[in-house]
């Protein structure tokens, strides 16, 4: 994109910020729609079908957000007084304030991970033995990409090994899969084989695939009974969201892969900032659309140089008291990635 319009703002917060296309907006309005409460909605079918194919599993429900996907998922497999594992830095557990605990009474067991990996002797320790004074474990958790890392891809091997585990403690795995998209594009392998490790798997459709509403939460047709009770508990079924749902599937349709424009302009990003007096990333470890950068600088930590490079109409996010995260997306490119490097070569000059 080559926008040099002044009053333009390269937002690399999050992919979340991207706006639907024209084109995604023209066939949000010609959406077939219904009551999907009393009849189905005929638009959120189709996404729903489209959606299951993608992932490979039996049905996949429409949801209005990614924390809900998730929380759906466990409130399906967890009661109360279980343990669910995931990484320490899950965004089940971290970003979706708390609610494993206040929707459904469960408590988490955390393992660091390598780029969203378990090491598998710690992930067969962390689940509890069958005695009456240990909480049931009941569910492990797995990121795909794997945020608290940059966006990593979590490998064949390292899905395999979770699944090989479960099995052998008779666990469901649940996938938080909401950059499972990016993690196709950049590994090559297809979501659904991805996502054949796991019972149940959650996708944002409002991050870098371009939809403004919406994730999907898929599994087998007994997961999918659960799941639309936990919905409507949770007060998450939409009426006519045809609406929303057809900017989805315009997103699962036409933005897969193009994300691998994304992934090129993350690294291209990461190797100008890495130059960067008091930046420092990894460009070689950049394989999506996430890049962190430590700030290591005299006059500038995260939170002074986010607030500098805004006066210079960059947007970023602060991820810690080290570190800022770059996210790029369709709304952004080249230029604005050069006004970045340019803005950060001012105010970091020493
Ligand atoms: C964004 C995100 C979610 C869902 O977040 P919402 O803001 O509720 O859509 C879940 N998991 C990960 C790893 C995410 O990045």
Redesign the pocket.
């Given at each position: 994109m080559t926008d040099a319009r002044q009053d333009r703002v390269a937002d690399f917060r999050s992919d979340?910020v991207t706006k639907p296309t024209p084109a995604m907006r023209r066939a949000m309005a010609e959406a077939e729609v219904g009551d999907d409460v009393l009849d189905g909605d005929p638009t959120v079918r189709r996404l729903e079908e489209y959606a299951a194919r993608w992932l490979g599993k039996d049905a996949a429900l429409y949801v209005p957000?990614?924390?809900?996907?998730?929380q759906i998922a466990l409130g399906s497999w967890l009661r109360p007084g279980d343990e669910v594992i995931a990484a320490e830095d899950a965004?089940?557990l971290l970003?979706?304030g708390g609610a494993t605990g206040f929707l459904h009474g469960a408590q988490s067991a955390t393992l660091p991970t390598m780029r969203g990996a378990f090491d598998e002797a710690a992930l067969r320790a962390r689940v509890r033995p069958d005695f009456i004074h240990c909480p049931p474990t009941a569910l492990i958790c797995v990121?795909q990409t794997h945020?608290g890392s940059g966006g990593s891809v979590v490998t064949s091997d390292a899905l395999t090994m979770v699944r090989r585990v479960a099995d052998e403690r008779g666990l469901p795995v649940h996938m938080?899969g909401?950059?499972l998209a990016n993690a196709q594009v950049a590994s090559g392998i297809p979501a659904a084989e991805l996502a054949s490790c796991a019972d149940s798997v959650?996708v944002?459709l409002?991050?870098g695939l371009g939809a403004p509403v919406g994730?999907i939460v898929a599994g087998d047709a007994d997961f999918l009974e659960r799941a639309k009770r936990v919905r409507k508990r949770l007060g998450g079924w939409m009426r006519q969201a045809g609406v929303i749902a057809a900017g989805g599937l315009y997103a699962l349709e036409h933005h897969i892969e193009r994300l691998a424009d994304d992934h090129a302009l993350a690294k291209q990003l990461a190797e100008r900032l890495d130059a960067l007096p008091g930046l420092a990333c990894d460009p070689a470890g950049v394989e999506t659309n996430l890049v962190l950068v430590g700030v290591d600088h005299p006059r500038h930590d995260p939170a002074s140089l986010s607030a500098a490079l805004a006066d210079h109409g960059v947007r970023v996010m602060p991820l810690s008291s080290t570190h800022l995260r770059f996210v790029t997306h369709m709304d952004v490119g080249e230029a604005d990635v050069e006004r970045l490097g340019e803005a950060c070569a001012l105010l970091l000059d020493t």
């Open positions: 979340t957000s990614g924390t809900m996907a998730n965004h089940v970003y979706e990121e945020m938080d909401a950059r959650s944002c409002s991050k994730s």
